[in-house]
């Protein structure tokens, strides 16, 4: 009976740990799936070429993902831009200051607001906020825009991107103890003084990683910005201007242009580079958390 | 000391103004679906599939891309938890404190709940070709799964963590196994954390569209085998909306509200079944 | 032997939601001396002294009546600014937080909140008041590493010459040794009794041995209520109370 158990904890313990593994390893898998079809344009292309050209032209053989680059780089900053400030603002109200009941109300909202699909997003953007920036803000600053562009993009995303850093920096600021901050109270600290020079930065790692996962999740949303940002493969002048988004150009061509040679190997690179950066964010926050933790806590 | 309390009054002012745009965007998103789109609903929208013209406009619905899209949230959700819950019942109860292994994996589904949809849409449909299928409801699940299921392992993950150790070592004191252990107390302590879990990765199933628009690629008929192509919710709506005949872009409104109903449905019913599991939880 | 009162505690009451935790406590704190606040757990020993430096009101669905006069003024009254009444007392609770930034950092915060900016000044406060808790020595080479990295006891060091550096004219204890090992503890109490030269303490302790060595006026709680109050011979030799006498004879605790 005892030998039966105990063999059945070491099946499972195997098993288990096996999928583990499968899924420890499943970045690498899906990088090098991407490269390996990537590889084909790779072998004919210098790297730096592809990357840093302005040509795009397919049926001419010219592949050249700077635009799209800029284009994503562009919307995503806009959308921190945003969303930081706004983000930890609410978070830091919803956590230090709100009553409970406002706390309580929220909550539920704000998850909602993460649950949202980005096409939901995306026609709310096409209908609200692409009229917004053609009628009203880009003539009232004087200049034209057809409203899908980069501001646009950027807004809708920033709203995608709240709910993901909020969660995070409130979950945070909960973990820290009310001891701290009475210690600061104690000695005579006003409230937003104790927050800003004691929560807020005993806060600080959680803050990066949130940020990095909003930044990442602007970073890689596709829908909502297929349907907002213009989609023009020129770089933007302004945030006025269209932009044409990496994930984008994925969505709007895989599948189809499979007859122009190369396109296909072009269109898994540019998701191998996306999944390169995202990488990169991880491991740059994770440098950073290292940093912070051992010069303050 | 003025000027501390002006900066403490000028950052409330602020904290509350961002509070309230937040909360203002999301009902404006809610009301702008509910505004556009209900007019546009009617019955035939949720019980027909599309008819020959639908869509230049003439009459059917949009149940080929309801079912579809419950189909292919369900079997991906279904596949999520046999993967997740293993693999997080793995790291919380089998790995030891501080763990190399649990570090990395952590990591490694940090990086994949930030990989782009659009992402796994590309390689899931690499996989396809690898194995010979074409579009269709297998090649949606398999992206959707990859999709959703580090998502749930991180929501269970965050749950199961927060169990504490001495629950466990009272376990083992009773002389259970690990796996008794974690079967009969860490999943029984976290079911409202795995629940919600479950809920957001449907959640996030159902409304993804980047994912599944070469893998499971559309079709009007309601889909009837795995190898077939099935049409998805997002799709329709994306698809819709984008023919520039009025009719059909109020169906796509009219879509959509069908698609932030089944998000308010499962948003919904993850508050009422957490509220309903905590009874037998140790605090 | 007549006192000079410092804190006139007049019938205070505090409720956690409808739980009473204080019940018309009434009692005068003398001035420059150890007061000792003794009491089994859970009698509102910690609720008296945090109603002391209005701690309390943070907790969600506390209410408070009666007043606490400290210098005469009752700091309850709406007109007080609630930071000049902490800054009058330092604050050290049972387990040391130390805040999240360097030892150096952690001494001057108390200043640098209240206005001061000069380098200068602020160097010769974190040096004085380093030695005044007797921690200048162990860390006058490692002023900015983190303060975490300290020893519990010398944390708690820390905190107290934190809590110096805004110059109250109360120390607050909240058992303070008693996550510390005994000579931290020892070195602890040590400056207690040096310091009373200048400062106004009152300690909470369940230690009635460290209470004994302390105290020079107790005040005994149980329950909520205040059952006795006095000079530390007369109720440690002498209690006027049979529950007083068996608190500390230990036949209840």
């Known amino acids: 009976m005892n030998k039966k ?256 040679p190369l396109y296909d190997s072009a269109l898994l690179l540019a998701s191998l580079i996306l999944l390169v950066v995202v990488l990169g964010f991880n491991v740059l926050s994770r440098i950073i958390l290292i940093r912070i933790e051992r010069r303050i806590q | 000391m003025n000027r501390a309390r002006i900066e403490e009054n000028l950052f409330k002012g602020l904290m509350l103004i961002s509070t309230v745009t937040i909360l203002t965007c999301l009902l404006l998103i809610l009301g702008t679906i509910i505004v556009k789109g209900l007019p546009a609903m009617n019955w035939a929208m949720v019980s027909q ?182 049409a998805t919710l997002p799709l329709a709506i994306f698809f819709q909306l984008n023919t520039p005949i009025p009719e059909v872009q109020e169906r796509a409104y009219a879509s959509a509200f069908i698609l932030t109903l089944i998000i308010l449905l499962v948003s919904l019913s993850c508050r009422f079944l957490t509220k309903r599991f905590t009874k037998h939880l140790i605090k | 032997m007549e006192l000079k009162t410092h804190i006139s505690v007049n019938n205070l009451s505090v409720f956690y939601g409808n739980e009473p935790a204080l019940k018309n406590v009434t009692v005068d704190i003398p001035d420059k001396k150890i007061t000792v606040i003794i009491g089994p757990s859970g009698c509102g020993k910690t609720t008296l002294l945090k109603s002391f430096n209005r701690m309390l009101e943070a907790v969600e669905g506390i209410k408070i009546s009666g007043a606490v006069l400290v210098d005469g003024e009752n700091i309850f009254d709406p007109g007080i600014e609630i930071t000049g009444v902490r800054k009058k007392m330092g604050l050290l609770s049972q387990r040391p937080y130390p805040l999240p930034m360097s030892i150096y950092d952690n001494v001057a915060y108390g200043p640098r909140i209240h206005g001061l900016k000069k380098k200068k000044e602020l160097d010769r406060i974190v040096e004085h008041y380093l030695k005044e808790s007797s921690l200048w020595e162990e860390v006058k080479d490692r002023l900015y590493t983190p303060a975490s990295k300290l020893s519990i006891g010398q944390q708690q060091r820390l905190c107290l010459a934190r809590g110096l550096a805004v110059e109250p004219e109360i120390i607050l204890g909240d058992e303070p040794t008693s996550a510390l090992d005994p000579k931290s503890s020892q070195r602890i109490e040590a400056r207690f009794l040096e310091l009373k030269k200048d400062y106004t303490i009152v300690v909470v302790t369940h230690i009635l041995r460290q209470a004994r060595r302390l105290a020079d006026y107790v005040i005994f709680l149980y329950l909520g209520e205040l059952i006795e109050h006095g000079p530390a011979n007369q109720i440690f030799d002498n209690p006027k109370q049979e529950m007083t006498r068996e608190y500390i004879q230990g036949v209840i605790s």
């Open chain 2, 49 to 230: 599939i599309p008819k020959g013209g639908f869509y230049l406009g003439k009459e059917g619905g949009i149940l080929n891309a309801i079912l579809g899209s419950l189909y292919l949230a369900t079997i991906s959700t279904v596949l999520s938890i046999l993967i997740s819950l293993p693999v997080v019942l793995y790291l919380n109860v089998y790995a030891k404190k501080g763990s190399r292994l649990a570090y990395f994996s952590r990591f490694s589904f940090d990086v994949l709940w930030g990989i782009p949809s659009i992402v796994y849409g590309a390689f899931g449909f690499t996989i396809m070709l690898y194995l010979g299928l074409r579009a269709s409801l297998l090649g949606g699940i398999i992206a959707v799964t990859f999709l959703i299921f580090p998502i749930m392992s991180r929501a269970i993950d965050e749950v199961m963590r927060m169990i504490p150790a001495e629950l466990l070592e009272a376990s083992y004191a009773l002389g259970a196994t690990r796996l008794e252990t974690a079967f009969k107390i860490v999943i029984r302590q976290s079911l409202p954390g795995i629940l919600t879990a479950v809920l957001i990765a449907f959640g996030r199933g159902i409304g993804d569209a980047a994912s599944v628009i070469f893998t499971a690629g559309f079709t009007d008929y309601i889909p009837y085998s795995l190898f077939r192509p099935a």
């Open chain 1, 5 to 260: 158990r105990l063999l059945k904890d070491k099946i499972a313990a195997k098993f288990m740990l096996g999928l583990v593994i499968f899924s420890g390893l499943l970045v690498f898998l899906i990088a090098f799936g991407l490269y390996y079809r990537a590889k084909p344009i790779l072998d004919i292309k210098p790297l730096g070429q592809l990357l840093f050209s302005s040509s795009w032209r397919p049926l001419r053989g010219d592949f050249g993902f700077f635009p799209f680059i800029i284009g994503t780089f562009w919307v995503t900053a806009v959308a921190i831009f945003i969303a930081v400030p706004f983000s930890l603002l609410t978070a830091v109200y919803l956590s230090e200051y709100a009553h409970k009941l406002v706390r309580e109300l929220t909550a539920p909202l704000i998850d909602l607001l993460a649950g949202i699909p980005s096409v939901i997003y995306g026609i709310w953007g096409v209908l609200v906020v692409v009229p917004l920036i053609k009628n009203h803000l880009a003539p009232f600053l004087g200049t034209f825009s057809t409203g899908y562009s980069v501001l646009s993009a950027g807004i809708v995303l920033a709203i995608m991107v709240f709910p993901v850093i909020i969660h995070v920096v409130i979950e945070v600021l909960r973990s820290i103890p009310n001891e701290l901050r009475d210690a600061s109270l104690a000695l005579g600290a006003t409230k937003w003084q104790t927050v800003k020079h004691v929560v807020l930065l005993k806060a600080l790692p959680g803050i990066v990683a949130a940020v990095v996962l909003g930044v990442s999740r602007a970073f890689g949303e596709t829908m909502a910005v297929l349907m907002i940002a213009g989609n023009v493969a020129k770089l933007p002048g302004s945030v006025f201007d269209p932009a044409y988004p990496l994930p984008a150009l994925i969505a709007n061509n895989y599948g189809e242009m499979l007859s122009v």
